[in-house]
């Protein structure tokens, strides 16, 4: 009953974000504000994880290549998959539930806890769309990380699979051509706006939403990570069956 | 001035606030006291329009609170200033940029328009070279003054300060007292403050209620709450040796 009453005050909470808008003058230094805060400074873990990750996926395809039959290039391609497909859209945001969820949980959580957002309301300011609404934006930004996620994944397949001694260059680029289906990428940029969404909106109200003190915050942030991250993988599950399945 | 009328608020099973009749006249300090969980600051966030009281109204020059539409409402909200316990500053933003926080929502202005305002609060309330600090790198005490600037950069007319004094030592609460007490003289508002403090009581005190329980137990002036004999009052105001000498010392003079 008592996620039903969340499901419930969370749709609430998205209506007031869009309601009685912030002047655009302040609204707009909060949205790049925010996507320094949300995206570029994300960049390095994105970067580092999806090099590793990249070289792992090529590494591990290559190690159970053990049929001479199976060509080399699988290593590209198999790569070129996993990477677009899941590793980069799901598992990064996953992570970013992690990175950007906690802060934009904690930053919340602690305005709450130090009357800030009762001074928002005080002065008749719409708390919600002046602090989550920038956040929506920022992260429809998220994509152009993804991207990059996704460009830094292959080229660590690359750097593993090559240097490694596992295969060619010319064979890793042919596999990484072969069989491309450029819906893969709608679905893997359609899978990063809505996750993009979540990571905004379900740490925002986890912070909103609570009750207590500094002890508080840090629970809140936990509960939030859980939630986004539980949410992350159900819509992933959906999202794939209705877009590929 | 604000008229409270015969409120009621409730959370659940708990009845908070039963019916509590006062007024709040303009140009005063009004000062609201009782233990906690008297519902003091239940109170002062039905005054502020942040809890609806299921009964009773609250009226604000002459027009009840519910009467107001939906954009009177938010312009009523801009006309009220409010010093939280713990200041409420804006942490990401400098003490000027906080002060300039509510004009530059609220109002058309050019920067240099608003700047000048902001100066001007900022000198009121004896603060200077302290404009690009962060909350973090200043004092309790220069924290209480940038929220009090912040509470009439707009030209309120009603200002409500929930401990304004708590944690600060006996000679900054003093001057924060004072600093309350002349702003709300100069721009003939309505101030209402919740304290345990009986150093402002008996400093600013110029209209007090006592809650208890809930309900309202008593109301007076500074110089009434020396004379009463209501005995929740005395309990409460004279629970320390200092002021029951103080009080002795009062009754005789006027003796």
Known sequence: MNYLASVGSYAIMIREVFKKPTKWRIMKSLIFKEIDELIFSSLGIIIFISFFIGAVVAIQTALNLTNPLIPRDLIGFATRQSVILEFAPTFVSIIMAGKVGSYITSSIGTMRVTEQIDALEVMGVNSLNYLVFPKIIA???YPFAIAISMYVGIFGGWMAGVFGGFLTSENFITGLQSDFVPFHIAYAFVKTLIFAFVIATIPSFHGFYMKGGALEVGKA????FVWTSVVIIILNYILTQLLLG | MIEVRDIHKSFGNAHILKGITTTFEKGKTNLVIGQSG???TVFLKCLLG?????????????KLYSEHTDDEKRDLRQEMGMVFQGSALFDSMTVEGNVMFPLEMFTKQSKSEMKHRVDAVLKRVNLIDAHHKFPSEISGGMQKRVAIARAIVMNPKYLFCDEPNSGLDPKTAILIDDLIKEITEEYNITTVINTHDMNSV???????????DGLLEW????????????EAVTNFVYSSDLFKKVRQMYIQEQN
């Open chain 2, 38 to 40: 008297s519902g003091k």
């Open chain 2, 50 to 62: 942040l809890f609806v009281p299921e009964e009773g109204g609250i009226a604000y020059d002459g």
């Open chain 1, 139 to 141: 992260m429809l930004f």
């Open chain 2, 219 to 230: 109301e007076g002036t500074k110089n009434e709450i020396f004379k009463t004999d209501n």
């Open chain 2, 202 to 212: 008996m400093q600013i005190g110029e209209k007090i209620i006592f809650l208890k």
């Open chain 1, 221 to 224: 942030s936990t509960t939030s």
